[in-house]
């Protein structure tokens, strides 16, 4: 698998943050090859999130998901999951690297600007979530 699914969430798209972002993604070599700026609903997010539904951040992480626009992307390259979830940085970005987008760019664990799937068989699924077949251009 050498496509991901990432999320700019609503901190950094209501921040005009979204350009620098994917100058990073960029510049780390990996291609944006779909990309569209939606705003989820809350079934969606819940669907989406769904893994998380037990948690006690989860009727908070929806509200938030569904507080503003997103935009949901598609990136391609050589083990690109790894290498994205590398360039994020950890989720807390009290423990991110420095270099990575949350450690510039997340104003919490909650908004930290950028979501990336962490396995070959949810980049899978993610994908299918927002894109059809044909809106994907390798
Ligand atoms: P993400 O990588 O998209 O996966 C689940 C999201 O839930 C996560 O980024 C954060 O936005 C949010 N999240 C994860 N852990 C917590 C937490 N402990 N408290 C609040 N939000 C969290």
Known sequence: MNKTLSIIKPDATSR???????????????????????????????????????KPFFNDLIEYMTSGAVIVQVLQGDDVINKYREIMGATNPEKAKEGTIRKKFALSIQENAVHGSDSSENAGNEINFFFKENEIIT
């Open 16 to 54: 005009n943050i979204t350009g620098a972002i994917n100058s990073i993604i960029e510049k780390e070599g990996i291609k944006i090859i779909a990309q569209k700026r939606i705003k989820l609903s809350k079934e969606q997010a819940s669907e989406f999130y769904k893994i998380h539904e037990d």
